[in-house]
């Protein structure tokens, strides 16, 4: 099937953008990689007047040091971001996502922004976002907000981004030295994750001092597992440990049922990989 017919503007400066999608509305859609967008617009689930291409805007691509933090362009193709040393230094569990995301043909022209911004609550990136409490810079007709990650994601591919406005970077505060790890479960290479975990910890002397994990297609969105970071606070590096911490995963989690599992299931799942993932980025 081919998408029906519209309208294809390509601006090369972010206000271009911006106005256009001011000036078309509900009728327009935007465009970034197209990894999530074309699917869509090809079984004609969607089928917008206007389309806006970001792909020309250089503005929105690439990764830089801002002091305390670092500055992912949303229009950054994942390759560039799983293999930026800033990322790895500093957002190592981003790279960690990156690293298995998806396939290479997709790596190479998907975008971090992107799939951020189509929230699927089983996306690869939005758990490692959440975890390491980054912020979303987007801007619109009435300027431009910063929105942190716990904020962000509102439902079902649904996101704090207002009708009239585009993300624009993400913004990942600094976890140097900060041991990492991204868990998931697939029933086939390169599928989304049944359940995935994304765990970073600060280790001193064999004791995890802090640990923020995140679970992905345990709800409608990313959630923070609040429960295991506290019980992992100040606990040794045992497997006993962490398993023990590892069994409140899926406390206050509501997560689906379909053919891949059940929603016990994935609390299981979510058990198990949390249990993994925090042992590895803590080195045992």
Same mark, same amino acid.
């Given at each position: 099937?081919?998408?029906?017919?519209?309208?294809?503007?390509?601006?090369?400066?972010?206000?271009?953008?911006?106005?256009?999608?001011?000036?078309?509305?509900?009728?327009?859609?935007?465009?970034?990689?197209?990894?999530?967008?074309?699917?869509?617009?090809?079984?004609?689930?969607?089928?917008?007047?206007?389309?806006?291409?970001?792909?020309?805007?250089?503005?929105?691509?690439?990764?830089?040091?801002?002091?305390?933090?670092?500055?992912?362009?949303?229009?950054?193709?994942?390759?560039?971001?799983?293999?930026?040393?800033?990322?790895?230094?500093?957002?190592?569990?981003?790279?960690?996502?990156?690293?298995?995301?998806?396939?290479?043909?997709?790596?190479?022209?998907?975008?971090?922004?992107?799939?951020?911004?189509?929230?699927?609550?089983?996306?690869?990136?939005?758990?490692?976002?959440?975890?390491?409490?980054?912020?979303?810079?987007?801007?619109?007709?009435?300027?431009?907000?910063?929105?942190?990650?716990?904020?962000?994601?509102?439902?079902?591919?649904?996101?704090?981004?207002?009708?009239?406005?585009?993300?624009?970077?993400?913004?990942?505060?600094?976890?140097?030295?900060?041991?990492?790890?991204?868990?998931?479960?697939?029933?086939?290479?390169?599928?989304?994750?049944?359940?995935?975990?994304?765990?970073?910890?600060?280790?001193?002397?064999?004791?995890?001092?802090?640990?923020?994990?995140?679970?992905?297609?345990?709800?409608?969105?990313? @959630?923070?597992?609040? !429960?295991?970071?506290?019980?992992?606070?100040?606990?040794?590096? &045992?497997?006993? *440990? =962490?398993? +023990? #911490? $590892?069994?409140?995963?899926?406390?206050?989690?509501?997560?689906?049922?379909? @053919?891949?599992?059940? !929603?016990?299931?994935?609390?299981?799942?979510?058990?198990?990989? &949390?249990?993994? *993932? =925090?042992? +590895? #980025? $803590?080195?045992?």
């Amino acid at each position: 099937m081919i998408p029906v017919q519209f309208d294809y503007l390509a601006p090369t400066t972010l206000e271009e953008a911006v106005a256009a999608l001011s000036q078309h509305g509900d009728d327009a859609k935007i465009l970034a990689g197209g990894q999530s967008l074309l699917p869509v617009l090809r079984m004609r689930l969607n089928a917008p007047e206007v389309l806006i291409d970001l792909g020309r805007i250089p503005s929105l691509r690439g990764v830089r040091d801002d002091g305390d933090a670092i500055v992912i362009g949303a229009m950054t193709e994942h390759s560039v971001v799983g293999s930026d040393p800033l990322v790895a230094e500093h957002a190592g569990l981003v790279a960690k996502a990156v690293e298995h995301l998806a396939d290479a043909q997709i790596r190479h022209r998907g975008t971090f922004g992107g799939a951020l911004a189509h929230a699927d609550p089983a996306g690869d990136l939005g758990g490692p976002v959440l975890a390491l409490g980054g912020e979303f810079v987007v801007t619109g007709s009435g300027g431009t907000r910063t929105v942190p990650a716990s904020e962000f994601f509102t439902g079902l591919f649904e996101t704090a981004i207002g009708d009239d406005e585009i993300l624009t970077e993400v913004r990942i505060p600094k976890h140097t030295g900060w041991g990492a790890h991204h868990a998931k479960f697939v029933r086939i290479a390169h599928q989304w994750p049944i359940v995935a975990v994304a765990a970073t910890v600060r280790v001193s002397g064999g004791v995890i001092e802090e640990a923020k994990i995140a679970l992905a297609n345990m709800g409608s969105t990313p @959630l923070r597992a609040s !429960a295991v970071e506290s019980a992992l606070a100040g606990a040794a590096i &045992t497997a006993e *440990a =962490v398993g +023990a #911490a $590892a069994e409140h995963a899926a406390d206050g989690t509501s997560p689906p049922s379909d @053919l891949n599992g059940d !929603a016990e299931y994935r609390k299981h799942l979510a058990r198990v990989l &949390t249990r993994r *993932a =925090v042992l +590895a #980025a $803590a080195g045992a």
